[in-house]
T-cell receptor, first 117, second 111 residues
């Protein structure tokens, strides 16, 4: 019963390059969320997707950031032309279509740590 | 979504009971209270969720007074492995709501 899988765990990019972060939700989960965490801070919501649809991207920067969750395959968070300020831990979470009594709202992966040189 | 306030840090010793209180004065009628635990280099892990009174599971207890403006996470007999950051979140129970994290409470357990 695999949990939320994120890869890579660590990613190093130079300024101006592109970063692609992948997230495979738990089996049977159709909702995916991306969060960003800076050191010593709580997680900040970025975007919420269902299969092939972006539901809420209110936390996503308007420039350079995009996310998708295709019909087949993992969800991808893409950061173009990275800058030093993009260095952070990026977490993905997933949830099932329906939350039953006692179930947790969202299951998290262990994140991708992005470092920009 | 309701804002939460919790202590920045707490210290404890192994074997003691730890109580972390969270204030959420603007909690809405349909909001639930959820606690997550986060270890370094890992994603948050769900601990417990409740709406009112008391909820207990194999890991912790959650106490919620009648006015629901605060809640207390109780960890019985902590061990060194309970050293982590604990987040209190308030929101609707649906999994489709984005989670709003504060800065959390950093619990340090000493031998």
């Amino acid at each position: 019963n695999a949990g939320v899988m994120q890869n890579p765990r660590h990613l190093v990019r130079r300024r101006g390059q592109e970063a692609r972060l992948r997230c495979s939700p738990m089996k049977g989960h159709s909702h995916v969320y991306w969060y960003r965490q800076l050191p010593e801070e709580g997680l900040k919501f970025m975007v919420y997707l269902q299969k092939e649809n972006i539901i809420d991207e209110s936390g996503m920067p308007k420039e350079r950031f995009s996310a998708e969750f295709p019909k087949e395959g993992p969800s991808i968070l893409r950061i173009q032309q990275v800058v030093r300020g993009d260095s952070a831990a990026y977490f993905c979470a997933s949830s099932p279509q329906r939350i039953d009594r006692g179930n947790q709202p969202q299951h998290f992966g262990d994140g991708t740590r992005l470092s920009i040189l | 979504l309701a804002k939460t306030t919790q202590p920045i840090s707490m210290d404890s010793y192994e074997g003691q009971e730890v109580n972390i209180t969270c204030s959420h004065n603007n909690i809405a009628t349909n909001d639930y209270i959820t606690w997550y635990q986060q270890f370094p280099s890992q994603g948050p892990r769900f601990i417990i969720q409740g709406y009112k009174t008391k909820v207990t599971n194999e890991v912790a207890s959650l106490f919620i007074p009648a006015d629901r403006k605060s809640s207390t996470l109780s960890l019985p007999r902590v061990s060194l492995s309970d050293t982590a950051v604990y987040y209190c979140l308030v929101g609707a129970r649906k999994g489709t709501d984005k989670l709003i994290f504060g800065t959390g409470t950093r619990l340090q357990v000493f031998p």
